[in-house]
């Protein structure tokens, strides 16, 4: 079974632009969940999206967002860039909410210049 | 505030000695604590996970150490190996709507020696 995978897994933007990063879960799996990772602030939850509907959401500006589709595919959208959200954006899945096991993705790595 | 705190941010370790890695919480309302261990380039990956009412788990080289009453819990890693050098992030989880949402402690850079 092939794991997540994110795309695109390099990116390089300017700060103001907006960026879309996707995300594939594992076959079956119907929760997917978004995390951002930086040398400074470390691995800390974004959102997490379950039957298209966003369940929960991390303390993150309104310029990050998110929306899952009928295949559980999920995007996340970044706006208005800024140099800090320079980072690793992370997806993982599980089969559903509650279930404790996850699955990240390789991720992607975004710099903003 | 920092609400999982994870030391050391380093440790060295000889192939064959344990290497031990600690956590520490503040919020009662965390009731699953999963360890990952990622490698560079990769994302992170379930290694092993405890829950409020066990003390301890073991799952071959690895175990975790669990102090409902300290607020801490501990991975251990036996016989350590040059394969397990990565870096280590602890987690307290708490149901949120429904589903288990992770605090990370702030990593361990584990590099074992041959």
């Known amino acids: 079974k092939a794991g997540v995978t994110q795309t695109p897994r390099y990116l390089i933007k300017t700060r103001g632009q907006q960026v879309t990063l996707s995300c594939s879960p594992i076959s079956g799996h119907r929760s997917v969940s978004w995390y951002q990772q930086t040398p400074g602030q470390g691995l800390q939850f974004l959102f997490e999206y379950f039957s298209e509907t966003q369940r929960n959401k991390g303390n993150f500006p309104g310029r990050f967002s998110g929306r899952q589709f009928s295949n559980s595919r999920s995007e996340m959208n970044v706006s208005t860039l800024e140099l800090g959200d320079s980072a690793l954006y992370l997806c993982a899945s599980s089969l559903e909410p509650g279930v404790t096991g996850q699955y990240f993705g390789p991720g992607t790595r975004l710099t903003v210049t | 505030q920092q609400q999982v705190k994870q030391s050391p941010q380093s440790l060295i370790v000889q192939k064959g000695g344990i290497s031990i890695i600690n956590c520490a919480y503040e919020?009662?309302?965390?009731?699953?604590f999963p360890w990952y261990q990622q490698f560079p380039g990769k994302g992170p990956a379930l290694l092993i996970a405890?829950?409020?009412?066990?003390s301890e788990k073991k799952e071959g080289r690895f175990t975790i150490s669990f102090n409902k009453s300290a607020k801490q819990f501990s991975l251990h890693i036996m016989d350590s190996q040059p394969g397990d050098s990565a870096t280590y992030f602890c987690?307290?989880?708490?149901?949120?709507?429904?589903?288990?949402?992770?605090?990370f402690g702030r990593g361990t850079s584990l590099i074992v020696h041959p």
């Open positions: 919020n009662t309302a965390f009731d699953y």
């Open positions: 405890i829950r409020p009412d066990v």
């Open positions: 987690a307290a989880s708490k149901r949120t709507g429904g589903s288990y949402i992770p605090t």
